[in-house]
């Protein structure tokens, strides 16, 4: 949507007076931005190209994802690979966007699980062919 210079959308003038200082009046306007902007975005339905990395440092697993993973990526790759250190890297390779969790789209939504290109179930996917990467390359065999 192309707005004219000073023309304003319905949700713009239903924010204009309203106080942000509560928490549920910031959440919602944050919400309607987040709207706004995916469709003036125009996401498809068409697969984004994901490259993912890997590699060892030491005892310690990288897993490169191109976007912001959600905190709870990390366990997931922590559980996958049997409680071995892992750390999750974001922005290698590219940007997707966030990267949201299956249940943060599941949940209440949310800046990021609105404005997100991804589906649901995709972050994990991608931690998934990371934490695969990995296996492959092998555990430090030092100690």
């Known amino acids: 949507m192309t707005l004219a210079p000073g023309e304003q959308t319905r949700d ?3 924010d204009r007076g309203r106080s942000t200082s509560d928490g549920s009046a ?3 306007e944050t919400l309607r931005q987040a709207r706004r902007l995916r469709r003036s975005l125009g996401h498809s339905d068409a697969p984004l190209p ?3 990395r890997a590699a060892r440092l030491g005892s310690v697993g990288l897993v490169g994802l191109p976007g912001e993973p959600f905190l709870g990526l990390r366990s997931r790759a922590v559980e ?5 250190q892992v750390l ?8 997707v966007g966030y990267l949201p969790t299956r249940e943060a ?8 699980t609105v404005i997100s290109a991804v589906a649901a179930g995709e972050p ?3 931690v998934d062919t990371g934490t695969g990467l990995l296996s492959l390359l092998g ?3 030092a100690s």
Do not use: C
Not at 80 to 84: N, V, Y
Not at 88 to 95: D, F, H, I, K
């Open 12 to 14: 713009d003038a239903d």
């Open 26 to 28: 910031r959440q919602e």
């Open 50 to 52: 994901a490259t993912v």
């Open 80 to 84: 996958t690979l049997g409680g071995e």
């Open 88 to 95: 999750l890297l974001g922005y290698v390779g590219g940007y």
């Open 105 to 112: 789209f599941a949940g209440e939504p949310t800046y990021e």
């Open 124 to 126: 994990e996917r991608l």
């Open 139 to 141: 555990q430090n065999s």
